[in-house]
């Protein structure tokens, strides 16, 4: 997988593998070449040898105003997707306040030009058009989703939502690849995780980067131990109605994403334990904890993320996990 970093309000892969320490995003071709003999994965970056072209579109869009465009993410996408060699592409496209595309209609538009286009070079194509009005599993911020997947693959936690899509994304995949429909695809996936063969798989594959070698224990405690972690608190308010994503800072306060095309990323910033919407809480329950580099950074995020968050009487309306599935 031929990944970037991340773009407007959004976080990207690239940052994520970046919070393990020593995890190389570009390396040499013959460490590349081991590392998809050896695990049958690798996630790495653009390079100059390897869909160059991207790795400077990607960083110009993210300070021209340019990252919704349908044109520039098609080209993007698949300009990496085709770059990798796959015989088949599913692909999560994103619709609500958290994603690049704001209504389902758009989502709708960017995932049908995604199958055309791909369909048209010739690599057959599905794309899953799902809700991102809400944080997909518990964490926001680069060390600590890591973390979250890592849990997630050695089976620690595995928020359902983040469970569900998963495997849906994993069963489409099976079917692109000539999976006999007549076998359901997804008890495949489900016992790969289960048996730890995806833990496993994805281990191989960090220490193989440079990443630590013991990356299914708990090394963000190691190396990304926050300077200030705080509870926001719902004070009198019952119910947790809706939330707006774009209306914090990116990864929960400075550092936690670029500004500018040169800014660093703190990966150890972001919010932890993310209630998800339409959860009953308590007057003084907290909504999430906050992940900072220091106290100053913390309460500004705080202040962000209490004005993002509104409290209701009722539940707001359920939406579908997944919207729909575009086929090429």
């Given at each position: 997988m ?5 773009l407007?309000?959004?976080?990207g ?14 390396p ?29 579109l990607?960083?110009v869009?993210d ?13 993007s ?14 692909l999560?496209v ?27 070079l ?8 799902t ?10 911020g ?5 973390q ?10 595995r928020?359902?939502h983040?469970l569900a ?20 695809p997804q ?11 995806a ?5 191989r ?8 070698r ?8 190691h ?8 509870p ?6 019952l119910?947790?109605?809706h ?5 914090r800072?990116?990864g ?21 334990h993310i209630?998800?919407?339409g ?22 995020a705080m202040r962000s993320a ?12 359920s939406?579908?996990?997944?919207d729909?599935?575009m086929?090429?």
């Amino acid at each position: 997988m031929i990944s970037g970093r991340g773009l407007g309000h959004t976080g990207g892969t690239l940052d994520k593998l970046q919070a393990l320490p020593g995890y190389c995003i570009d390396p040499p071709r013959e460490q590349l070449l081991g590392v998809l003999r050896d695990c049958g994965c690798a996630i790495v970056g653009a390079g100059t040898n390897l869909a160059p072209a991207d790795r400077r579109l990607y960083a110009v869009r993210d300070v021209t105003a340019t990252v919704e465009s349908v044109p520039l993410i098609t080209a993007s996408i698949l300009s990496k997707k085709l770059a990798a060699g796959l015989q088949g592409l599913v692909l999560d496209v994103k619709w609500g306040n958290g994603a690049f595309m704001a209504s389902r209609d758009e989502a709708s538009t960017l995932a049908g030009n995604l199958v055309r286009v791909a369909s048209g070079l010739g690599l057959p194509a599905t794309a899953l058009v799902t809700d991102m009005n809400q944080v997909l599993g518990t964490t926001a911020g680069n060390a600590l989703e890591t973390q979250e997947a890592i849990d997630f693959l050695t089976g620690a936690s595995r928020e359902p939502h983040l469970l569900a899509l998963t495997l849906a994304l994993a069963a489409h995949a099976l079917l692109l690849g000539d999976w006999p429909r007549t076998w359901p695809p997804q008890p495949p996936a489900e016992l790969t995780l289960s048996s730890g063969r995806a833990a496993e798989a994805f281990a191989r594959m960090v220490a193989g980067l440079g990443g630590p070698r013991d990356v299914g224990g708990r090394w963000l405690g190691h190396g990304h131990r926050t300077g200030a972690t705080r509870p926001a608190g719902t004070r009198r308010w019952l119910h947790r109605r809706h939330r707006h994503p774009r209306a914090r800072p990116r990864g929960g306060g400075p550092g936690g994403g670029w500004q500018r095309a040169a800014d660093a990323v703190d990966p150890r910033v972001g919010f932890s334990h993310i209630r998800p919407l339409g959860q009953w809480v308590r007057a003084g329950e907290p909504l999430l904890r906050v992940h900072a580099a220091g106290v100053d950074a913390a309460e500004a995020a705080m202040r962000s993320a209490a004005a993002a968050i509104t409290i209701g009487p009722s539940a707001p309306p359920s939406l579908a996990l997944i919207d729909r599935i575009m086929l090429a």
